[in-house]
């Protein structure tokens, strides 16, 4: 790819980081990283546990604060935004917690609402109550409406979590570790609907894991971060056959 | 001798260090709360105020406490009037006993051991939910679903704190006199009419507005502190535990802190 049609190809980025940095007092957990993320594609973020993969994600959204660097989500670049100017952004922005954080004081069908209510104004009870409905059996759960979320297992809450992220319409996806914790029946069923919520609501996503199996069902693109930055980019292929004692242990590792 | 001195000096030196570094963290927290107290006050009054999650908590502060304040209200005036009795009876005043019961409950004990059960209650309750949110990052999904936190869950806990604790003064304050009638007919043959006129006759503005008004610093002070340790607990589940535990602690001191204020305030204007 030449110069000119790479500076035109990452025009096009929903996601644009450039030499972000972050530390933790004397702990470097980002350092120098750059990364961009196109329209509809799923980028899966690979890493050993404390690399700052989901450090990298808060950033992204205006959880934690940048040291140094830029990161542009549709031209604005997060680290200069106001707190206003930052929710605006955040309406287009899904992030799905590894924990799910569905809030426990409320139903499943107030949790959907609570996001809804508060950013799809337009919508009347009852547009919400269907486009509720309407996500909660995308994700095959339109039976759980009134269950609080004590009540539902794991795989179930972070069904509801994805159900309670999208139904706001987000065109970016933010995943932070989506199958860790479940079996592999489940993780399977999460991971196809990653798939699905990129076909179907055209969203971009950075999937955070470090579940190989997750990652070859989803991933578009494949990110590796080693100490801080980006250590190998590329498709599944890339990786798999790579010579890289690193990756190689990485992908032997399942 | 060369190296006493250089054990010695190392040892200021650390000694500076350590003294540097705790007053850093002093200088952090205080920032961290001026900042928070900010943010409150700023949410306070935007037209983004969220109504029914404030009416809610006041429904779970006010009308939950009810039961406890209850018990606690009525037990205080009886076990002040039968404390009491002997030493009234000793001066030969003992038809003045309701009259000081009223004046002590409405003046002192009702406001002080109720924000006191409160802060245990109400405080603890806020630092812990709050807590378990920030732990199980319910906080960070409400921040990313362009929700401002503090406007949901600090604003409308802080506010509902402020105007329920004095009305839950007012109900102890009542329950008391009523406990206080019964402790006077324990032993003695008082009809409630004369009891009510024996309480109140003696009451005069002075002994009720500054009492109440403090109420109010008391709700504030209770709503603050558990929301502050709450919201800045740790990441892991003891920090839940720790949260609670501090915000009982602290608003319990800062209550009897307040307390001791408002009396020498209303002192300087009635001496």
């Known amino acids: 790819m030449s110069a000119k049609t790479k500076q035109e190809h990452n025009a096009n980025a929903v996601i644009a980081i450039e030499h972000l940095s972050k530390a933790f ?72 917690f590894q924990s799910a954080a569905l809030y426990d004081s409320m139903s499943v069908r107030q949790n959907m609402a ?66 860790t914790g479940l079996d592999p029946s489940t993780s399977d069923e999460i991971s196809q609907l990653i798939l699905d919520v990129q076909k179907k609501y055209k969203t971009a996503s950075i999937i955070i894991t470090h579940d190989i199996a997750c990652a070859r069902i989803v991933a578009n693109r494949l990110l590796m971060i080693q100490d801080g930055t980006v250590y190998k980019e590329g498709i599944l292929k890339d990786f798999e056959t790579s010579d890289d004692k690193i990756i190689q242990s990485f992908f032997k590792s399942i | 001798m060369q190296e006493r001195v250089n054990k010695k000096l190392s040892s200021i030196g650390d000694k500076i260090l350590h003294w540097r570094d705790s007053v850093n963290d002093g200088l952090l927290n205080t920032g961290q709360v001026v900042l928070f107290l900010g943010n409150i006050f700023r949410e306070s009054f935007t037209r983004h105020f969220e109504f029914r999650e404030f009416l809610y908590q006041c429904y779970k502060i006010g009308y939950k406490s009810l039961p406890l304040i209850s018990l606690t209200g009525a037990i205080m005036g009886l076990v002040l009037t039968i404390q009491s009795r ?82 839950l003064v007012l109900y102890a304050d009542a329950m008391g006199i009523l406990g206080s009638w019964a402790g006077t007919n324990i032993k003695g043959d008082v009809s409630f009419t004369l009891f009510c006129a024996q309480a109140f006759g003696i009451l005069e503005f002075i002994d009720f507005v ?24 740790g990441r892991g589940t003891e920090s839940v535990g720790l949260a609670a535990n501090s915000a009982v602690v602290v608003a319990s001191l800062l209550v009897i802190v307040v307390d001791m204020i408002a009396v020498q305030i209303t002192d300087m204007f009635t001496t």
Not at chain 1, 75 to 82: E, P
């Open chain 2, 86 to 167: 002997p030493v009234m009876i000793e001066f030969g005043a003992v038809s003045m006993l309701p009259g000081m019961v009223s004046v002590s409950l409405i003046r002192e004990m009702g406001p002080v051991i109720t924000a006191l059960i409160c802060a245990g209650k109400v405080g603890s309750g806020i630092g812990a939910e709050l807590g378990s949110m920030r732990v199980t990052e319910q906080i960070d999904a409400m921040e990313v679903s362009s929700v401002n936190p503090i406007r949901f869950l600090v604003v409308t806990r802080v506010w509902a704190a402020t105007l329920m604790i004095p009305l």
């Open chain 1, 114 to 179: 609570f996001p809804l209510e508060r950013i799809r104004k337009d919508l009347d009870e009852k547009q919400r109550t269907e486009k509720i409905m309407e996500v909660l059996e995308s994700v095959g759960l339109a039976d759980a409406v009134d269950k609080m979320p004590s009540e539902l297992s794991g795989g179930m809450r972070k069904r509801i979590g994805l159900a309670r992220t999208i139904v706001v319409d987000p065109i970016i996806m933010l995943y932070d570790e989506p199958t």
């Open chain 1, 25 to 96: 007092g004397s702990l470097k957990v980002l350092n120098d990283l750059s990364l961009n993320l196109f329209p509809e594609e799923n980028l899966v973020v690979l890493g050993k546990s404390g690399s700052g993969k989901s450090v990298l994600i808060k950033l992204i959204v205006g959880l934690l604060k940048a040291d140094k660097g830029s990161i542009k989500v549709f031209d604005q670049d997060v680290t200069t935004l106001k707190r206003d100017e930052l929710d605006v952004l955040r309406q287009k922005i899904g992030f799905l």
């Open chain 2, 210 to 233: 500054p009492a109440l008004i403090k109420t109010f610093f008391f709700g504030a002070v209770i709503g603050l502190v558990g929301c502050y340790k709450g919201y800045h607990a």
